[in-house]
């Protein structure tokens, strides 16, 4: 007999979404709704270590979420995607959505995506840790992630300049995967009064709020919730 699957899918034909209400998560469930592309969610509770079971793992061989599944991939075969970034690009690819067609702004969009999955997602993520979890309160990686969040706020500031997105008045997916870590500096480590964020990166807070509003980011947030 085999083991039952911890996420029973009940849609076979749809996309099926492995993932977790953190920044990394919000990323492609937002993209998904934006997209309006039909998927199914289940969530991966890595606090009691789902990401490491061998059902996750098939998906994911890395052990992190977000991860999905497409069943029908480019050659129509079932196509299983990880990296948070990669998703972004292989959903934008599949619809044409969210992705400039034209190869020059494309460039600048992928620029700006590989710039959050470089810099903005595990700067500000070892910011977090050593600020708000860690229990030892250690000067020298906060004091280092802190100037690296803001120097990367920085960075944001000036390209917003006076556009509404990120690489201009397009909403990308450079955006959707930038934005919710932006957010997460208030949510998650309730450091948006410490970073100076509202004082120091205006365009920035205007730029979050902008992308956070859309009807899409707002159903997007609410998907694989926390227990
Ligand atoms: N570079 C990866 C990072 C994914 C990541 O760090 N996911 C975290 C949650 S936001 C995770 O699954 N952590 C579980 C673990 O490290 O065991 C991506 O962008 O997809």
């Not at 959903?91 to 620029?111: F, H, M, N, W, Y």
Request: aromatic share 12%.
């Amino acid at each position: 007999m085999s083991t039952p699957l911890k996420w029973p899918i009940d849609h076979p034909d749809w996309i099926q979404l492995y993932s977790l209400a953190t920044p990394n998560g919000h990323k492609v469930s937002i993209a998904l709704e934006e997209m309006g592309l039909p998927y199914e969610a289940h969530t991966v509770n890595i606090m009691q270590n789902d990401q490491f079971l061998d059902e996750f793992k098939a998906v994911n061989p890395n052990s992190k979420i977000p991860a999905l599944l497409d069943p029908k991939g480019p050659d129509g075969k079932p196509l299983a995607v990880f990296e948070s970034g990669a998703i972004l690009l292989y959903l934008a690819e599949k619809t044409g959505k969210l992705i400039p067609a034209d190869p020059r702004r494309r460039s600048e969009c992928v620029q700006w995506l590989f710039f959050q999955m470089g810099g903005v997602g595990p700067m500000f993520g070892q910011f977090g840790h050593f600020y708000r979890y860690a229990k030892e309160k250690l000067p020298y990686p906060i004091e280092r992630y802190t100037n690296e969040v803001r120097r990367l706020l920085g960075v944001l500031e000036t390209q917003l300049g006076d556009h509404h997105y990120l690489i201009g008045n397009e909403y990308t997916i450079a955006d959707i995967a930038t934005f919710p870590w932006v957010g997460c500096l208030d949510w998650g480590y309730s450091a948006r009064e410490y970073l100076k964020v509202d004082q120091d990166f205006p365009k920035v807070v205007a730029w979050h709020a902008r992308c956070t509003e859309k009807p899409a980011s707002v159903r997007g947030a609410k998907v694989c919730p926390f227990a």
